[in-house]
């Protein structure tokens, strides 16, 4: 950011934290920009004269002396056509050695869609993985995230789905990525060819945690220019929003806010809720799809994280791994698609819903058994059934390696309903029964 | 001279104005920003410094900036003309509002000031009235919207003059009443009232005496919730709180809807905006949008406005009462209205209370919840015998932290709120929906004396204490099922299965509902009662197995008969025939 004739320098600061300075200075707007020493900072708070502003890199080094420049305006992203395929740091520098991109200045985390203009989302997402597409079909205009432990491999699920989607963007918000994990989606989109429709803004764990605050808003930023301008269907994939909260949780503390649950600010539920509702149906046609990643501690979904988080977003996808058939599947009971109601058994065929709901209430059966035999009782008939069902569900539905579609899924489980039990066993509509019952 | 101010802090939304004359708590004030003028109000006052929370961003909010206080509270405008309308939480018209995205400071009215409305009379010259009390009435759609003396007019007064019948604006004076003293003051079809303020015109408020119908069976019947009464539903994210809250929407016999979506999803709200103009009030045959309004103030709009979202329902719900109408206001959801006071308290530095919500939360709550009621107004019957009623019943949800019912915005609301629709995560996981908890749920009402005498009267005679065996066979049968989880299978006698399996033929065919379907989503009282009885029926009849494993296919076949009959139209050549196939199917396995 180079500074231009006629901004005042200020070179007086009063106080250093960890994370934030405060300097006595005039005229400046709230939410405002400014280098400290060249390190980008923002204004949090201003008090008659007294104003703090939070430097995203950290205070480290930063002397009384350092050169104060205020920029006028909010922190802001240069969108245009030109944005495709190139890779970005958290403040939209390029990282990839291209030159910086041309285009229209606009303001990050602008205002919301006002929900009168938005349409319902309406088009099915289909991924090819069963475990989402049958139990929890995803929408354009969709916010959903992983919840997974870190050691499972929900970076690999999420950039396969990002590439079945279909989408004409797809835009990578990397928060605390490891570099490893960077350079994996960077292969992945190269040796799928789609890297002229991706669009990085990466901050990598060797990268100041405060800077990862800035990449959803720099993300969706773009995606609205793609989505409402161009009418594009745009897909924007945040990985990892927990690492985003606990930056946020160390900014709150910083200030001195009182937290709330789980030591996180009280005001998480809206910093997130700000950014996944950014995701919308355009009625010209352009959506605005969130796959997010929050990885969880120990599978524990009541923590605060995952907590707010599944307050905001409509449904969340679970992974877990089923050791009966030694992979990882989308948990059934866990996972959900709150919008799968628009489309399934709509866009779907007619026996979609049913199908999905039986398969569920005895797979859930099936997890009774299970408990009965670990606690050393006698399994009857139907457990028995149930527990077959359950393991031919898993590996040819529920695993991630499976890649069909939807008729195909619908008909597997038709074939293991035949297998295992009588039609009546189901309480599927008897006009269902009739039609779709395989045939021996 | 209204009192001026400067802006002299800023922290994100709460704002800090240094005024140069009185001002008053919530007082709301203008920030005049270059272009752009910003909504706020009074929350705390230190001195000349008032603390106001901003119900927009502040980006670029220099200090400063001039501001206006403009000695009145957050008010709505209530007049002919709301019903339909989808406002924001400050009653903004979202669909006068320009552009894809909201524009900050873009305040729209609430009515339409050229609207035209036929007017006719229904008070005299010479007659006495008071606040509330109904001049005259326009037809709004389809509903008579009563035009009442303003319910800031305090006293007692008289009719000098009223228009005759005809066409009139919005803003036309139509009626000129004499207060005490011999004022005259001037009545149009429009007026205000502060939100947080509410409205007492009306005689008395007597304990709820009928239940109001929503068409769900776990709650009719099992916990219903009464005529101006008020039921929370907690529950974790998934449980299925926003589809029980818009069936019931779109279900419930009352005259008017308010729906209050509060820092939720807005795909949940264009949800109701697409499908509300379409869907038939099978009660009257209109479009549900026609007894609807929408306040919404989605997760993503500024949070003051979302405390003030409830209250403007609230307002707009108490004014539609006055005019004799069954109102029903839901709100979804009410944590998130505590979160946004726990934002604001925090950013003010107040000591907190529990989870760092605020300690007046629970005295918030309640205040807020007693608004709700069934009341007897001043205005009486044409026959000037009888007072004309109305009621507001309310339904709010609340999102526990963690699903976990002991925090407390839960707490707070179980003690204001006399049904408890508590919804349960395993029956959620098992898509037992939906998924209230029909033993852990209650509803107060069941006990009132007022309320069991209705449902004897209209229901049946035995009602009530059916009602009570039916909660104990399901909490036998969750008690069965522990044991033969405990004890195995084999390891229970067989009326055990027996228990545990009548049971859950209760909760498959009677509780679960899927309100997806055309015509399982929504069950008159009559259906409710047959099923009831057939259900109860199942349950009474001896039966003879010889061993337990013959039992559970041969409830789960039961079941599955039932389900048909519950996807079939009440009484059609269909659901009679399923239902000779069950009467055979218990017939043959009837002990003799």
Do not use: C, W
């Given at each position: 950011m180079e500074t231009t004739a006629f901004q005042k320098i200020y070179t007086k600061i009063t106080q250093i934290t960890k994370a934030t300075c405060s300097l006595k200075a005039t005229g400046i707007g709230y939410e405002e920009i400014a280098t400290v020493n060249g390190r980008l900072a923002q204004v949090v708070k201003i008090q008659g004269d007294d104003v703090t502003l939070q430097i995203f890199s950290g205070?480290?080094?930063?002397?009384?002396?350092a050169e104060v420049i205020f920029m006028g305006k909010a922190p802001s992203l240069k969108v245009g056509e030109?944005?495709?395929g190139r890779f970005f740091n958290a403040y939209g520098y390029?990282?990839?050695?291209?030159p910086a991109v041309e285009g229209k200045e606009v303001e990050i985390g602008g205002p919301s869609v006002n929900p009168v203009r938005r349409k319902q989302p309406s088009d099915i997402i289909p991924t090819g993985i069963a475990g989402i597409d049958l139990n929890n079909t995803l929408v354009t205009g969709q916010k959903i995230p992983f919840f997974a432990?870190?050691?499972?491999?929900f970076n690999q699920v999420m950039a396969e789905v990002a590439l079945r989607a279909k989408a004409d963007k797809i835009i990578l918000g990397g928060m605390g990525l490891s570099n490893d994990d960077y350079l994996f989606f960077k292969n992945v989109f190269d040796n799928a060819g789609a890297l002229d429709r991706i669009i990085s803004f990466i901050n990598t764990?060797?990268?100041?945690?405060?800077?990862?605050?800035l990449v959803p808003d720099m993300a969706l930023t773009t995606a609205e220019y793609f989505a409402h301008e161009k009418n594009e269907k745009v897909l924007v994939l945040l990985t990892d929003m927990t690492l985003y909260a606990d930056a946020l949780s160390i900014v709150s503390n910083r200030m001195d806010q009182i937290p709330s649950k789980d030591s996180m600010p009280g005001s998480l539920y809206s910093d997130l809720a700000k950014i996944y509702e950014k995701a919308v149906q355009f009625p010209e046609g352009g959506s605005i799809t969130i796959i997010a990643v929050t990885t969880l501690s120990g599978g524990d979904?009541?923590?605060a994280i995952p907590d707010n988080t599944g307050y905001i977003t409509e449904g969340q996808l679970f992974l877990r791994r089923d050791t009966d058939i030694g992979k990882v599947i989308i948990d059934p009971f866990r996972s959900l698609s709150r919008l799968k109601q628009l489309v399934?058994?709509?866009?779907?065929?007619?026996d979609h819903p049913q199908v999905m709901n039986a398969a569920i209430r005895i797979f859930a059966d099936a997890a009774n058994a299970k408990t009965k035999l670990e606690n050393g009782f006698d399994l009857n008939d139907y457990d028995e059934r149930t527990l077959k069902f359950a393991k031919g569900y898993s590996n040819d539905?529920?695993?991630?390696?499976v890649n069909v579609d939807i008729d195909a899924m619908l008909d597997t489980g038709w074939r293991l309903f035949g297998e295992n039990?009588?039609?009546?066993?189901?309480?599927?509509?008897d006009e269902l029964v009739k039609k779709y019952w395989p045939k021996k | 001279m209204a009192t001026k101010g400067k802006v002299v802090g800023i922290i994100a939304n709460l704002v800090i104005v240094e005024a140069d004359g009185p001002v008053s708590q919530n007082e709301i004030c203008f920030i005049k920003m270059p272009g752009v003028d910003l909504m706020a109000e009074v929350i705390k006052i230190i001195g000349k410094k008032a603390y106001t929370q901003v119900f927009?961003?502040?980006?670029?909010l220099k200090v400063g900036t001039d501001a206006e206080f403009?000695?009145?509270?957050l008010e709505v405008t209530l007049g002919?003309?709301?019903?339909s309308r989808n406002y924001d939480?400050?009653?903004?018209?979202?669909?006068?509002?320009?552009?894809?995205f909201l524009k900050r400071g873009d305040y729209t009215a609430p009515?339409?000031?050229d609207a035209e409305w036929e007017f006719t009379q229904i008070a005299k010259v010479g007659d006495k009235v008071e606040a509330g009390s109904w001049l005259g009435e326009v037809l709004e759609g389809w509903m008579p919207h009563k035009i009442m003396v303003p319910f800031k007019f305090e006293g007692n007064f008289t009719v000098k003059s009223i228009v005759a019948n005809g066409t009139y604006k919005t803003?036309?004076?139509?009626a000129v009443v004499t207060d005490e003293s011999g004022k005259d003051h001037e009545v149009t079809m429009m007026q205000k009232w502060p939100v947080?303020?509410?409205?007492?015109?009306?005689?008395n408020k007597p304990r709820p005496f009928k239940i109001m119908e929503t068409g769900v069976r776990t709650m009719d019947t099992l916990n219903p919730l009464a005529e101006g009464g008020t039921g929370f539903i907690p529950g974790?994210?998934?449980?299925g709180k926003t589809v029980l809250q818009h069936a019931v929407s779109q279900q419930?016999?009352?005259?008017m809807i308010i729906v209050t979506a509060c820092g939720e999803r807005a795909n949940e709200v264009v949800e109701i905006f697409t499908e509300f103009p379409e869907l038939?009030?099978?009660?009257?045959?209109?479009?549900l949008m026609e007894r609807t309004t929408i306040i919404c103030n989605t997760s993503n709009m500024p949070v003051a406005a979302r405390e003030a979202s409830v209250y403007t329902g609230m307002t707009i719900a108490e004014y539609y009462r006055a005019m004799g109408l069954k109102v029903l206001l839901l709100a979804d959801s009410t944590s998130r209205w505590a979160q946004a006071l726990r934002e604001m308290s925090n950013r003010m530095e107040e000591l907190p209370g529990?989870?760092?919500?605020?300690?007046?939360l629970p005295a918030i709550i309640s205040n807020f919840y007693a608004r709700a009621g069934f009341v007897y107004l001043n205005q009486m019957k044409a026959d000037g015998k009888e007072a004309e009623s109305g009621s507001i019943t309310f339904l709010g949800t609340v999102s526990p932290a963690g699903g976990n019912l002991k925090e407390p915005v839960t707490e707070s609301t179980k003690k204001a709120a006399r049904c408890f629709y508590a919804l349960n995560q395993d029956r959620a996981d098992s898509k037992r929906?939906?998924?209230?908890?029909p033993i852990d749920s209650y509803s107060?009402?069941?006990?009132y004396p007022e309320i069991q005498e209705y449902l004897k009267k209209t229901i049946a005679e035995d009602w009530v204490s059916n009602v009570t065996l039916v909660k104990d066979y399901l909490l036998k049968g969750k008690e069965a099922s522990e044991q033969i989880n405990i004890l195995g299978d084999d390891g229970v006698p067989i009326d055990y299965h027996l228990k545990y399996w009548k049971a859950e033929v209760i909760d498959f065919v009677?509780?679960?509902?899927?309100?997806?379907?055309d015509i399982d989503k929504s069950t008159s009282l009559e259906r409710q009662k047959f099923m009831l009885a057939q259900v109860l029926a199942v349950y009474n009849t001896d039966f003879k197995f010889d061993?337990?494993?013959?039992v559970n296919p041969y409830f789960k076949s039961i079941i599955n008969t039932f389900k048909q009959m519950n996807y079939?139209?009440?009484?059609?050549e269909k659901f009679n025939g399923y239902l000779k196939e069950i009467e055979t199917k218990i017939n043959e396995r009837k002990a003799v």
């Open positions: 205070t480290e080094g930063i002397p009384t002396n030109e944005l495709a390029p990282i990839d050695g291209g432990d870190p050691d499972q491999p764990t060797e990268d100041p945690p405060v800077e990862r605050l979904i009541t923590h399934i058994g709509k866009q779907t065929r007619e539905l529920l695993a991630i390696d039990f009588e039609k009546a066993e189901l309480g599927i509509k | 927009e961003s502040t980006r670029g403009m000695s009145h509270m002919p003309g709301i019903l939480g400050l009653q903004n018209d979202l669909d006068k509002m320009k552009g894809v009515l339409n000031d803003k036309d004076v139509v947080k303020v509410p409205i007492k015109a009306y005689n974790p994210f998934g449980a419930a016999e009352a005259d038939v009030d099978p009660r009257t045959g209109r479009k529990p989870d760092a919500f605020p300690m007046d929906y939906p998924a209230i908890d107060k009402y069941l006990e009677f509780l679960q509902q899927d309100a997806f379907d061993s337990f494993e013959e079939s139209e009440y009484e059609s």
